[in-house]
């Protein structure tokens, strides 16, 4: 059950948008069906109404934020923050922002939400398979939080899902309900932090031999297409230039030939093992000290892939060899622009 | 079964002429194909085009600067952009690129017999220009009166000066240069290209104009001939867009659902009108 | 469209296992095989690897017949280039079970690659020697919507067998000549039709067809609407949510855009024809910085004009768009389609 | 070359300017033997070295690649020795992770007065990468020699 109470979050919205402090509000809409919702966007008082605040309610919103630097929700001399609803794991992206200096943090009105958990669409297309739940259900359905698990409640009454079953594993080991900043909190703050434990995949792999483990990565780069959305969804890549598309900074209007001649080409766009691998190794790397877990890379790819492993192994490395987790606090310097003596060194010789 | 559209020919660099200078420099490769048959069979129109491979590097879509008239080397003036048309600067006599072509419409030089024609170009945009007075000079006869309205940056960013020098000179052609800021040494009129056509006033009688160059040229110079009364479907320009195959397959030069390597480059101002603003 | 099949054919359930096998002695077999919580379809090696029990495939038919990677050329020596060719070989393809919309998909690829003027060799070798098996929906998927945009659950466009599961087994139903030559080979597997299974047949097809679970509005009204729409606020509004991944134009199986890029170590390499996507800000960046497509609307207005208004006018008509709904369900943030094509005709009356 | 087995491994050593680039120099000019199989690339700072030039080595095929710079409170610019560490603290676990062999890739401080140290380093390093083998893990296109020694005919 969520202590955010829907009039209550809505009331709060439609108060943000009527004092005119924010110039959007960020928020989610219902979507395709009954599992899935879409990003919302609050320009009016009178558009309030329309978001939801749900189970479905599984894509991370911080997003948007980053696409808001680069392609602009509004008129770009609005200088006024935007509106945001955040649960308990998306805070960390906002502060991992703020840390970066992507965004300053009154550029954001966070509006807390205490979320439950949210559905995995590859758990829930199982579970409609196996339950045999009807078309009818699966389009009008709404879901909503119920005692511990999750229901989808429809005109005929509600059909009861089992938690483990249809949650995102982020969510399954929630390390909090409510967002750790906010600006208003609708519902009750979560005080007790779990802190998460790599899961135990993680632990299996890194016991197996190189070539055991390179058997199962190399699986896994072979299946990626390379369409970059663990990229475009991820919190942490919000670099205006990119290493495996590295022309956005290169190619302008005023840059001169031999700048974009010799723009550097990592790797190229053929999708092979070793290209993907390239890409999603570094991908990794670069969430050292600034992935915060939101799972949003494994949810976002097509083919499925288990990218959470490779990030959340860099996570646990953070924590064991630094000490540091991400989005822990707007105070911590992000972890590679610090250094310090007692650093690990054990591997230099 | 056809020939394969992806598989460009070999072809050796006969000569490389600077035609202007600076960071966007422009230079003209004149090559020859390694094998006779495809030099023989490799027929094309006046502003068509053909790609470029420089092996390693990538493709590049290049205009082809020279008429059918000029024998049967291929002339390409290669404004320095980007990595292809950079190593394509650092070409030297004998060495290799791959050319695959000749693509897209070209200009339709046939139906503009008896016509006067007035080219009107900027920049690099004299590439295809020059190709379509090359071939109506060498067919003297065919066309009325033909003028040529050029305007560059400065005096040094001038493509093809001598040529036009020589033209102008022969009697050929009526040959109108413009700088945009004024040099000491040049005597001719200086301003924008689009301020030349205002001042020449060329009429629209029995005229075709080609116009080709930056798009806020081509722009201000329509914007121009539409003041004098031409009619849109007599002002031709080419159009260009990120191109891949060059054989319309690989979907990204659409403006609408025209594409331009294949049903262009060559639009009349009337057919850009009928697209979406997607350019 | 529903083909008449030259032929019916029974495979019973206890034969599949030997069909599969004989299947893989006749060429290069490609099947849904289960990876982890999905499936794709990949080349398989064994009888084993195949999943009987699909949804549908993350990937599709496209990936058979244009894969990702193709390489046009190969060469040596960057400067004193010696170049050779690289066309697929002409085995002989075998896809077993695609899905009917998947194949529909091919009639606009076909439209891109097979054009009498330059056909494209690549394409061409791949989808000539290919033999495609389609299974039929018995039970179409949450995203379905094939019947709006003039397929159906057992379409046989494309298709060289249909086969469609039934109690106890297949029907196997050859609609082309590849198709009967395959069936000529394995002969010795199927059994005679009953009359009871053409009975389950019809009803299972008749069922199926109501079962789909959504509806897109009609085709045509879209395409002509969209002809006044291209500076509709709709796009802006759509585009606003999109993360520009490419997903719905990488996984389409309409979709057919690729790169042409060269790969080089140590002055040799090969060029490469990948699969690009009109979502990708480089796909139409000028090196000049100008890109025409600038935002992530223009570009969402892209893929939705070029499925329903650019490839009618240039195809005679046909929408390149099958109803399998992969765009909207693989979607990180559920742009749905059929919901841009709704607010397109709500737009289209208001105007 | 070492006389281990028969494979000769290439190594790329991106070697700082101020002290391991020296160091190997010292070596050179002290005579003092060690594995030509090294490829050196000199760079300002350790810290230079981001994890993606280490991937970019292996995908252009190297077997081994090393990173040296100066010893920990030398550093020609206070502190890109330190930020290196860490950097590549975590990036050799990930490298490991993925399978790729930790004898792959190598860090170490030699300083210019260690002409010995650099030498010793280079032929452990090598004697190691011998024992594994080539890299095919991440060369980019695995099958690029077969393809362009097939001559398809069309």
């Not at chain 1, 942490?236 to 030939?257: K, W």
């Not at chain 4, 230079?48 to 970019?56: D, G, N, T, Y």
């Amino acid at each position: 059950m969520t202590t955010t109470d829907p009039n209550e979050l809505r009331n709060a919205i439609r108060g943000l948008l009527e004092s005119k402090k924010i110039r959007t509000f960020i928020g989610w809409e219902q979507g395709s069906n009954a599992f899935r919702s879409r990003p919302l966007f609050l320009r009016s008082p009178d558009e309030v109404g329309n978001e939801i605040f749900s189970p479905a309610c599984t894509p991370c919103l911080v997003r948007m934020i980053i696409e808001d630097l680069r392609y602009p929700l509004d008129k770009p001399d609005d200088k006024r923050p935007l509106g945001i609803a955040l649960r308990g794991c998306d805070d960390k992206g906002v502060i991992e922002l703020i840390k970066d200096r992507r965004i300053k943090r009154e550029e954001v009105m966070i509006v807390g939400v205490d979320c439950p958990g949210t559905v995995d669409w590859t758990k829930a297309k199982k579970l409609i398979k196996d339950r045999k739940i009807s078309t009818d259900d699966i389009v009008n359905g709404r879901l909503i939080w119920k005692d511990r698990g999750i229901a989808i409640a429809t005109p005929s009454g509600e059909i009861s899902l089992e938690r483990e079953k249809i949650l995102m594993s982020k969510c399954l080991d929630c390390e909090g309900h409510t967002p750790r900043i906010y600006d208003v909190l609708i519902g009750k703050e979560d005080t007790k932090r779990i802190p998460a434990e790599p899961p135990k995949e993680v632990r299996e792999l890194e016991a197996r031999s190189p070539d055991e483990k390179y058997e199962f990565w190399d699986d896994v780069f072979s299946r990626c297409i390379r369409c970059y959305a663990c990229r475009n969804i991820c919190t942490y890549c919000h670099c205006e230039e990119c290493a495996v598309d590295p022309t956005t900074l290169a190619i302008a209007a005023d840059s001169i030939a031999a700048d974009k001649a010799n723009r550097p080409e990592w790797v190229g766009r053929d999708s092979t093992d070793s290209s993907n691998g390239f890409y999603l190794i570094t991908r990794a790397y670069h969430g050292t000290g600034r992935c915060i877990s939101c799972e949003e890379c494994d949810r976002a790819c097509p083919m499925r892939l288990p990218l959470r492993l490779l990030n959340r192994k860099v996570r646990k490395d953070a924590k064991e060899l630094f000490d540091y987790d991400a989005g822990k606090s707007v105070e911590d310097k992000p972890l590679l622009s610090e250094t310090c003596d007692n650093d690990p060194g054990g591997f230099i010789w | 079964m056809n020939r394969n559209p992806y598989l460009p020919d070999l072809a050796t660099v006969v000569d490389v002429r600077q035609e202007t200078g600076g960071d966007r420099s422009v230079r003209t490769l004149t090559v020859e194909f390694d094998d006779k048959e495809v030099a023989s069979s490799f027929t094309y129109k006046p502003g068509q085009l053909a790609m470029l491979s420089v092996f390693g590097k990538g493709e590049s879509m290049i205009s082809i600067t020279s008429s059918p008239t000029m024998g049967k080397a291929l002339q390409f003036s290669v404004m320095r952009m980007g990595r292809v048309t950079s190593i394509l600067h650092y070409l030297t006599k004998g060495e290799k690129v791959g050319v695959r072509g000749p693509y897209g419409n070209g200009f339709p030089v046939g139906e503009w017999k008896g016509k006067n024609l007035i080219f009107i170009g900027g920049g690099i945009g004299s590439a295809p220009l020059r190709s379509a007075y090359s071939y109506a000079l060498h067919n003297r006869k065919d066309y009325a009166d033909i003028s040529i309205i050029y305007g560059a940056r400065t005096s040094s960013d001038i493509v093809f000066r001598d040529e036009l020098r020589a033209i102008a000179e022969s009697g050929g052609a009526k040959v109108e240069m413009s700088i945009d800021k004024p040099e000491s040494d040049w005597d001719g009129f200086v301003g924008f290209a689009a301020m030349n056509v205002k001042r020449l006033a060329p009429k629209p009688d029995n005229a075709i104009v080609i116009t080709c160059g930056p798009v806020m040229l081509i722009k201000t110079v329509i914007k121009e001939l539409m003041d004098l009364h031409f009619k849109p479907s007599e002002i031709y320009t080419t159009l260009e867009n990120k191109m891949k195959c060059g054989v319309g397959k690989c979907g990204r030069c659409n403006i609408g659902p025209v594409l331009v390597c294949k049903n262009g480059p060559v639009f009349t101002v009337e057919q850009i009108r009928q697209l979406p603003s997607d350019l | 469209m529903v083909m008449k099949a030259l032929s019916q054919k029974f495979l019973p359930k206890a034969r599949l296992q030997e069909f599969k096998k004989r299947l893989l002695d006749l060429g290069e077999v490609f099947a849904p095989v289960q990876e982890g919580d999905v499936t794709a379809l990949r080349r398989i090696g064994s009888p084993n690897e195949i999943a009987d029990d699909f949804d549908q495939t993350q990937n599709n038919l496209r990936a058979i017949i244009e894969p990702q990677n193709e390489i046009i050329l190969t060469f040596k020596d960057t400067l004193k280039p010696s170049l050779t060719e690289q066309l697929p070989a002409e085995n002989k393809r075998i896809v077993l079970w695609c899905r009917p919309c998947d194949a529909r998909a091919l009639s606009s690829l076909d439209d891109n690659f097979d054009d009498a003027l330059l056909p494209d060799p690549y394409y061409l070798r791949r989808r000539k020697s290919t033999t495609i098996i389609g299974l039929g929906c018995e039970k179409p998927f949450p995203f379905c919507f094939c019947g709006s945009v003039g397929g159906n659950p057992f379409s046989t466009d494309n298709l060289d067998v249909i086969m469609t599961r039934v109690r106890d087994g297949y029907v196997f139903e050859s609609l082309t000549k590849k198709g009967k030559d395959l069936e000529a080979q394995l002969t010795s597997l199927f059994s005679e039709i009953a009359a009871e299974q053409k009975n389950l047949l019809l009803e299972i097809q008749g069922k199926s067809r109501t079962l789909l679970p959504r509806s897109a509005p009609n085709p045509e009204m879209v395409h002509a609407n969209l002809g006044r729409l291209f500076d509709s606020p709709l796009w802006k509004k759509w585009g606003d949510k999109c993360i520009g991944c490419g997903i719905c134009t990488l996984l389409c199986p309409t979709c057919w855009c690729f790169d042409i890029t060269d790969v080089e170590t140590r002055g040799k390499g090969f060029r490469i024809r990948t699969w690009d996507s009109c979502q990708f800000p480089l796909f139409t960046l000028h090196t000049s910085g100008h890109n025409p497509r600038p935002t992530k609307a223009s570009r969402v207005r892209q893929r939705v004009m070029h499925k329903y208004r650019y490839h009618p006018v240039n195809y005679s008509g046909r929408i390149a768009c099958v109803g399998c709904g992969r765009c909207t369900e693989l979607c990180p943030e559920d742009i749905d389609l059929i919901e841009i094509l709704n607010d397109i005709m709500k737009a289209g009356e208001q105007q | 070359m070492t006389q281990t087995e028969g494979h000769a491994p290439k190594v790329i050593a991106f070697l700082c300017n101020w002290c391991s680039y020296a160091g190997a120099d010292l070596a050179g000019t002290s005579r003092i033997q060690y594995p030509p199989n090294i490829r050196i690339i000199r760079v300002m700072c350790s810290a230079r070295v981001s994890p993606q030039f280490v991937l970019k080595a292996f995908l252009e095929g190297a077997d081994g690649v090393l990173l040296s710079g100066c010893h920990i409170g030398d550093c020609h610019y206070l502190k890109g020795n330190l930020s290196a560490r860490r950097k590549f603290a975590s990036f050799v676990n990930l490298l490991q992770y993925v399978g790729i062999e930790p004898q792959r890739f190598q860090m170490s401080w030699v300083s210019a007065s260690e002409g010995g140290k650099f030498a010793d380093v280079v032929t452990k390093f090598v004697n190691e990468l011998s024992g594994l083998g080539p890299q095919k893990k991440l060369v980019v296109g695995d099958r690029l020699d077969e393809i362009i020694s097939s001559e398809v005919p069309s």
